[in-house]
């Protein structure tokens, strides 16, 4: 599955993912692949990124959690389209 999460500033993250959990306005939730289509408004929180492979630099906020599986992008707000094994992140 690719992720791609895009501020009004710039592209933070493009890449493979294993899944991604992104804070919904009613609860967390999470995609993996093969996932049915879905567009959602985000809440205040974390997306959590599990990726295929192991990422070097971080840059643009993200940062990696204790177990160094797991790559983290505070949001304030979004909008998420999951179609055809691509998701969208349009973070704020």
């Not at 592209?11 to 804070?23: K, L, Q, R, Y």
């Not at 609860?27 to 959590?48: C, D, I, R, T």
Request: glycine share 6%.
């Amino acid at each position: 599955m690719y992720l791609e999460i895009v501020t009004p500033e710039t592209v933070v993250f493009s890449a493979e993912i294993n899944s991604v959990a992104v804070p919904g306005i009613n609860g967390e939730f999470q995609m993996l692949s093969n996932h049915a289509p879905v567009v959602s408004l985000l809440g205040a929180g974390s997306v959590k990124i599990n990726t295929q492979a192991q990422i070097e630099e971080l840059t643009n906020g993200l940062t990696r959690d204790a177990s160094n599986n797991t790559l983290l992008f505070a949001i304030n707000s979004g909008v998420i389209e999951t179609k055809d094994n691509k998701v969208i992140i349009l973070a704020d």
